[in-house]
């Protein structure tokens, strides 16, 4: 049966100037005489003025818009073509088009109950004994001591952030924290939200003493500090030094009081590192050290929402204090099916040899070619910096940043052939560290590697010779 039009209400028998005339079952009808005069005067009126009041607001979105346009850094929503080579998105294990895991999600839904949507908040009708079983065994699967499940890992990190932190309280964060970290902690209590250098430990400590040092309450544990970090940063790929970070929190002669709690995101880090994918922090054996882990369901695991791992106590305070849990309609049930799916693939063991090409053949592939092309590219004349620079070091994680000035134009070509990588501009990325972002995933091959390797070279040539013509038209106009 096909969608049907909802029949019109009935307006009624009165009528006035102020609106169109209608029949006795409420139908209108074309109005005449003075009436269609009126209607007609005040609806041009209504017109006139959401005109003025459209026109004035969009002229101002239209010249910021033109701001971003002008600079090159305008964001627009694009699809990507079905055969093209995906070298962007964040599907890390290549789980969104794996077969097997379609299969399980599918026999999860039926094994489940009926239901589609949640109902609600999950402190009203959105929550269910299904919910809370699947917290319980994520938080055993990061040998966590509870989890609470959250619609996205924005809002986590939202509702986190906004939150925990007491009035008085520091939140010291890595400079390259993510944006919805920055977004908590506009809405929080804290006194001071405080950066420290991207990975630098030594900015971390002066950071720290300098807390200490100035404040009585944070000295003698009245007060409390949150460092944030996260395991591996999205726009570099690289990875935060947590022994280190884990050690210096531990030197009582820095903090005396013992009062800083470490807060890491996982969200990149999920599925690739650790057993069976549990993560860096549990790879490194830190679970005891970490208050609260943020563990994202939409990159490597193929899925949607996320999981704040914590203390049972920290647990029930988020459950009554983070308003992007109170207020919103929790995850449907479809949602939260493909996330067991997901987890009980990676708990299987059948994410494993995905794993290994993706870190131990892929990644060292890619950049060993992407060293050998910087090398054949200086060997061919001009300086290659000047169009692409690429990682001295292999990255420890998927995710390669190669520096360009024309990151825009790059990716487009690249997209053009069939590969599609991501330009990388500010306010995303620093001025001066523009990027094409590539992402490798399980499912790629190092043929597609090669494809992908060739095309940028062809592009740097290209470039190459359409720069050396204009400076050769530049000269002859000098003459």
Not at 10 to 25: F, R, V
Not at 33 to 45: L, W
């Amino acid at each position: 049966m096909g969608w049907a039009e909802p029949s019109s209400p009935d307006i009624g028998e009165k009528k006035s100037s102020a609106n169109p005339p209608t029949t006795k079952t409420g139908a209108f009808r074309e109005p005449c005489g003075a009436d269609a005069k009126t209607y007609e005067t005040m609806k041009a009126d209504r017109m006139e003025s959401r005109t003025k009041k459209s026109s004035g607001l969009e002229a101002t979105l239209s010249r910021t818009l033109d701001k971003r346009r002008s600079s090159s850094t305008i964001r627009q929503l694009t699809t990507t073509a079905p055969n093209a080579v995906d070298f962007s998105s964040n599907d890390f294990l290549s789980l969104a088009t794996n077969p097997e895991l379609h299969h399980s999600f599918l026999q999860e839904l039926e094994r489940g109950p009926p239901n589609t949507g949640s109902g609600g908040s999950r402190l009203l009708d959105g929550n269910s004994t299904y919910a809370e079983t699947l917290e319980r065994q994520i938080a055993a699967f990061h040998n966590a001591p509870a989890g609470l499940l959250c619609n996205s890992g924005f809002d986590a990190n939202v509702g986190l952030f906004s939150c925990l932190p007491q009035p008085g309280d520091i939140i010291i964060h890595d400079s390259a924290i993510h944006a919805s970290v920055h977004d908590g902690m506009r809405l929080s209590r804290a006194a001071q939200c405080l950066p420290f250098a991207h990975n630098e430990i030594a900015s971390l400590r002066a950071v720290l003493q300098t807390c200490v040092a100035s404040d009585p309450t944070i000295l003698h544990g009245q007060r409390n500090i949150f460092i944030a970090v996260e395991t591996v940063y999205s726009m570099d790929g690289d990875l935060a030094p947590l022994h280190v970070i884990v050690a210096l929190l531990r030197d009582k002669t820095l903090l005396p009081a013992s009062n800083a709690y470490l807060i890491v995101d996982e969200a990149h880090s999920t599925g690739l590192y650790g057993a069976q994918g549990r993560g860096l922090v549990c790879e490194l054996g830190f679970e005891n050290d970490v208050t609260v882990r943020l563990h994202t369901f939409g990159k490597a695991l193929a899925a949607n929402g996320a999981v704040l791992l914590c203390s049972p106590v920290v647990r029930e305070y988020l459950v009554n204090y983070a308003r992007p849990l109170i207020y919103t309609t929790f995850m449907s049930f479809p949602a939260l099916a493909g996330v067991k799916a997901s987890y009980a693939f990676l708990a299987s063991g059948r994410a494993e040899a995905l794993r290994r090409n993706l870190m131990g053949v892929l990644v060292p592939g890619l950049h060993a070619r992407l060293l050998g092309l910087q090398e054949e590219l200086a060997v061919g004349g001009g300086a290659t910096g000047e169009l692409l620079r690429v990682p001295v070091e292999c990255p420890r994680s998927p995710i390669f940043a190669v520096l360009s000035p024309e990151p825009k134009v790059l990716a487009a070509y690249c997209q053009s052939k069939g590969f599609v990588v991501r330009g990388i501009v500010p306010p995303t990325v620093d001025v001066g560290t523009e990027r094409i972002r590539i992402c490798l995933h399980g499912g790629n091959t190092v043929e597609q590697l090669d494809g992908l390797i060739a095309v940028i070279a062809a592009w740097v040539h290209m470039r190459r010779a359409q720069m050396l013509e204009s400076r050769a038209e530049v000269s002859r106009a000098r003459l």
